[in-house]
């Protein structure tokens, strides 16, 4: 059994031998008997009795940790990337500067769609209420109001709530 507690102790034993062919072998089966962390614990305690120097940077090279102990772009490299955004226009955005080439650049750029195409208004009467005339009429890009968000405030669910009744007539169940 080559995962087993004997023959891990077996390898360990080996990489405190007095002959630097046997620690050698031994040292080169650790990333095949341990785990990553495991090796890792193993590598620093070998290091701290180690006197060859071919072996020192073979075991600081199993101790070095780059998502640990790299530089930022290390580290970054093991996180999930974000994913980029689209505007309603089309136009995608990188999620990180990470997401740009060396002139600056979108990686994955996306040509702009022009800005008097006519944009679909969802119906109102289909699933859940968006923003926009209703009825399935057309607006233009540039005849959609922006809708700016203002953290402080908490009255929007009101606001939303009286323009429903001023398209319906109908006052909303609160």
């Not at 990337?81 to 979108?106: H, I």
């Not at 996306?110 to 926009?132: C, H, I, K, W, Y």
């Amino acid at each position: 059994d080559m995962s087993g507690y004997r023959m891990n102790k077996l390898c360990i034993d080996g990489a405190h031998h007095s002959d630097v062919e046997i620690r050698r072998a031994c040292i080169k089966m650790i990333p095949k008997l341990f785990i990553e962390s495991e090796m890792r614990i193993q590598a620093n305690e070998l290091l701290r009795q180690e006197t060859d120097p071919k072996l020192i940077e073979l075991l600081n090279d199993m101790a070095f940790d780059p998502e640990l102990e790299g530089g930022e772009e290390d580290k970054n490299r093991y996180l999930a990337p974000a994913p980029p955004v689209t505007l309603e226009d089309g136009t995608v955005l990188p999620a990180s500067a990470f997401d740009l080439d060396e002139s600056g650049q979108p990686l994955f750029a996306s040509q702009p769609q022009p800005t008097d195409r006519m944009l679909p208004v969802s119906d109102r009467n289909a699933g859940e209420a968006q923003p926009g005339t209703g009825g399935g009429k057309e607006a233009r890009k540039g005849d959609i109001d922006e809708a700016e968000f203002d953290p402080g405030r908490d009255d929007y669910d009101e606001e939303f709530d009286a323009e429903l009744d001023d398209i319906d007539g109908e006052p909303s169940d609160d």
